[in-house]
């Protein structure tokens, strides 16, 4: 079995059942056995979009949202009615 790993969402302190308290940052790659995912599961995610560092040239497949993105500027011919008040 190889191990998983999560990713810190957010930075907070966690604070452990032995009375450690941890300083967990946005990003840091934890196991997911590690008693600081069981003190706090809602603050790491599998989500990849959280590691530090990540380097991607296009946006995988499955982190793709069908919502098309609004254009701020008008396209060569187009006009816009905006006006100022």
Same mark, same amino acid.
């Given at each position: 079995?190889?191990?998983?790993?999560?990713?810190?969402?957010?930075?907070?302190?966690?604070?452990?059942?032995?009375?450690?308290?941890?300083?967990?940052?946005?990003?840091?790659?934890?196991?997911?056995?590690?008693?600081?995912?069981?003190?706090?599961?809602?603050?790491?995610?599998?989500?990849?979009?959280?590691? %530090?560092?990540?380097? =991607? +040239?296009?946006? &995988?497949? !499955?982190? /793709?949202?069908?919502? %098309?993105?609004?254009? =701020? +500027?008008?396209? &060569?011919? !187009?006009? /816009?009615?905006?006006?100022?008040?």
């Amino acid at each position: 079995m190889s191990t998983q790993f999560v990713f810190a969402m957010g930075t907070d302190s966690v604070h452990l059942p032995t009375g450690v308290t941890v300083r967990v940052q946005r990003g840091a790659m934890v196991p997911d056995t590690d008693p600081l995912v069981r003190a706090r599961p809602d603050l790491f995610s599998a989500d990849p979009r959280y590691a %530090p560092n990540l380097l =991607a +040239t296009e946006v &995988p497949e !499955e982190f /793709r949202e069908d919502t %098309p993105v609004e254009t =701020a +500027t008008a396209a &060569p011919g !187009e006009r /816009r009615n905006a006006r100022r008040p």
